[in-house]
């Protein structure tokens, strides 16, 4: 039998030494410019110009936790590569969430799909997996916003997400049918949804 010990015996620090290097300029050896350039609502062509920010970050990190983000980069590159179409603020929380901090569940129930769709294009996957959960969990489906859903999960391969949806289908058939146009659904979706149909009905049946 071990002998009990009633000393301190320390965690592993790595985590914490981690999150010692996050956006720290001298640890670093990649930077990136995050905004400075947002498509106008009026005409996706004309794009206005805001104040940039720049984050910092070690290019094995990014290669082991966010592989295209590395790919855009080598390390020691002078220049800053530029990032648009994400908010600084959703970029800080994903190259956060890299160097093992955790995004709180505030910050992803404000951003979940800023969150979702920076951490597809960088494939950040236990984020974006995270995200999805929450959005799941705080999306109410309904007959009028049931097929945007649909479409937008499909095109973001989100799982969880569209099992919900199909769910709703299952339960709602009726209220569908007539109500919803299914012209512009990929052939794909077709089955899932004649498939969540017919459980409906033997659920019905039964």
Do not use: W
């Amino acid at each position: 039998k071990k002998a009990e010990s009633n000393g301190y015996v320390p965690s592993n620090p790595c985590s914490g030494n981690l999150l010692k290097g996050f956006n720290n300029e001298e640890m670093s050896d990649v930077a990136f410019e995050v905004g400075g350039e947002v498509e106008s609502a009026g005409n996706r062509r004309k794009r206005a110009k805001t104040t940039a920010t720049t984050f910092h970050a070690s290019h094995v990190i990014l290669r082991l936790n966010a592989p295209s983000l590395a790919d855009m980069c080598k390390p020691g590159d002078e220049a800053a590569v530029p990032i648009n179409g994400v908010e600084p603020e959703v970029f800080k929380m994903l190259l956060y969430f890299c160097y093992g901090g955790k995004v709180s569940e505030d910050e992803l129930e404000a951003n979940a799909k800023a969150i979702i769709e920076a951490a597809d294009r960088f494939e950040v996957i236990n984020l974006k997996l995270q995200a999805e959960a929450v959005l799941t969990e705080q999306t109410e489906v309904t007959v009028d916003n049931m097929l945007d859903n649909l479409l937008y999960a499909n095109s973001k391969n989100l799982a969880l997400f569209q099992e919900k949806i199909m769910d709703f289908v299952a339960e709602n058939g009726s209220k569908l049918l007539g109500n919803v146009s299914f012209d512009d659904v990929p052939s794909n979706l077709i089955s899932d949804i004649l498939t969540a149909f017919a459980q409906g009905k033997s659920l019905l049946v039964e």
